[in-house]
C-alpha cells in the first residue's frame, strides 16, 4: 500500500473525492498527514472540516464504567455463595435452587453498584431474603427412596423463579426510567446480547478446561473433580456477569449479535413452522392428548416470540419496509395459529383433569 504523504493531501485539497478516497484507502495514515497539512494551512475550511471530523468524539451523555476490580469482587461473592453451602448441602437440592437464582442476582447488583439507588437497594435485598426462605422451605423435587420420581409442582416452580428474578433485573437496569420505551427496549437487547456473550463465554471456558484437565492427565494428575467444584462452579455462575461488564462497559452496548441472528434465522424459523404445523396435520400429533407436544408447543412460541422481538428491537417507525418485516408477519401469523392450538389445549386440559398438576 503506497504511502500517504502530507504533499499528496496538499495537492488534492480542492478534490473532496479524492480526499475521501485516500481516507478509506488507510484511515490511520491519512490522519497523520492530515493533521500535518492542517496545521500547514490552517485557513483551509476543507481540511478544517476532516480535522473536526478525524478528531471527533461522541458527545453522548457520559457513560459510567465499572471498574473490573468491583466486578471480579461481585463475582467472587455470588460464587463463593453458590459455593461453600454446596460443601454441607446436596448438589441436587441446592443447585437447581439457588444457581440461577444467585447467578441473575449478581448481574442485578452490578446494575445497582454502576447506578446507586438506595430504595431499589432495601428492595432487593427484601426480595433477596424472601427468595431465599422460599426456597429452603420449598420441598424436595426427588426423592432418595425413588430416584425415577421427581415432583411436577416443584420443577415448575424452579422452572419460573428465574424469569421472576429476570423481572427483578430489568427493573434494576431501567431504574427510574421505567416508563421509556428506548429503555424497556434496551433492556429486551441487553437480554438477548447477555445470552450470546454468556454462550461465547461458556464455549471458551469450556476449552480451557479442557485443555486444564488434559495437561494435568499427562502428569497422571486428576483434576477434574476438584476443578468442576471450584473453578468450574464459580467460572459458570459468574459468566452472565462478566458478559455484562464485556457488554455494558467495554462494548458500550453497542454490540448487535442478537439481532443480527434473529433477522438472519426469521425466515428459517418460518419455513420450519409452516412445516412443523403441516406435519402435525399429517401424523395427527394433538396437543390436547399429549402433554410432551404441548410443552413443545410452548417452548416453540417463546423462541419465536424471542425471535420477532429482537427482528424488530432497532427498527424505527420511519424505518422502510423489508423482506424481512413481511416474514415476520408471515411468522406471527403461524405463530398465533399454534398459539390458538396451545391454548385451546391448555383450557381443555384444565377442564378435563382440574387445576392440579397433571401428568397425562
Not at 68 to 97: D, H, K, N, Q, S
Not at 324 to 338: E, K, P, W
Request: neutral net charge; hydrophobic residues 50%.
Amino acid at each position: 500500500m503506497a504511502e500517504i504523504t502530507k504533499k499528496q493531501i496538499l495537492d488534492k485539497e480542492d478534490n473532496p473525492q479524492a480526499l475521501e478516497d485516500l481516507y478509506r484507502s488507510d484511515p490511520v495514515k491519512f490522519k497523520v498527514s492530515l493533521l500535518s497539512a492542517a496545521a500547514q494551512n490552517p485557513a483551509s475550511k476543507l481540511f478544517e472540516f476532516w480535522r473536526v471530523r478525524i478528531e471527533y468524539e461522541d458527545p453522548a451523555l457520559p457513560f459510567s464504567v465499572v471498574p473490573i476490580a468491583a466486578v471480579m469482587l461481585i463475582a467472587a461473592f455470588f460464587g463463593l455463595l453458590v459455593r461453600i453451602p454446596e460443601t454441607f448441602l446436596t448438589e441436587t437440592w441446592y443447585y437447581p435452587r439457588f444457581g440461577p437464582f444467585f447467578t441473575l442476582l449478581s448481574v442485578a447488583t452490578y446494575f445497582l453498584y454502576k447506578n446507586p439507588n438506595y430504595k431499589l437497594s432495601i428492595g432487593v435485598a427484601i426480595f433477596s431474603i424472601l427468595t431465599s426462605i422460599y426456597l429452603i422451605l420449598l420441598p424436595d423435587w426427588q426423592s432418595f427412596n425413588k430416584p425415577d420420581w421427581h415432583s411436577d409442582s416443584v420443577t415448575m416452580a424452579l422452572i419460573h423463579l428465574p424469569f421472576t428474578t429476570l423481572i427483578l433485573l430489568g427493573i434494576c437496569f431501567v431504574q427510574r426510567s421505567w416508563q421509556d420505551t428506548k429503555q424497556r427496549i434496551a433492556f429486551v437487547k441487553f437480554c438477548g446480547e447477555l445470552l450470546m456473550l454468556s454462550t461465547l463465554i461458556l464455549i471458551s471456558g469450556g476449552v480451557l478446561t479442557g485443555l486444564t484437565v488434559g495437561f494435568f492427565e499427562l502428569m497422571n494428575m486428576d483434576v477434574v473433580e476438584w476443578y468442576m467444584s471450584n473453578i468450574g462452579v464459580i467460572g459458570i455462575v459468574s459468566t452472565p456477569l462478566v458478559a455484562t461488564y464485556l457488554y455494558d462497559s467495554v462494548l458500550r452496548r453497542k454490540m448487535q449479535i442478537a439481532v443480527l441472528l434473529a433477522k438472519v434465522f426469521s425466515p428459517l424459523f418460518f419455513i420450519f413452522v409452516l412445516t412443523y404445523i403441516i406435519m402435525m396435520m399429517i401424523h395427527g400429533n394433538s396437543p390436547f392428548v399429549n402433554r410432551e407436544f404441548l410443552v413443545g408447543c410452548n417452548g416453540l412460541l417463546i423462541l419465536i416470540l424471542s425471535l420477532i422481538v429482537f427482528s424488530i428491537a432497532t427498527r424505527s417507525r420511519d424505518s422502510k419496509i423489508i423482506i424481512t418485516d413481511y416474514m415476520n408477519v408471515l411468522l406471527v401469523g403461524a405463530t398465533l395459529l399454534i398459539n390458538t392450538l396451545a391454548l385451546s389445549a391448555i383450557i381443555f386440559r384444565l377442564v378435563e383433569y382440574g387445576l392440579t398438576p397433571n401428568r397425562f
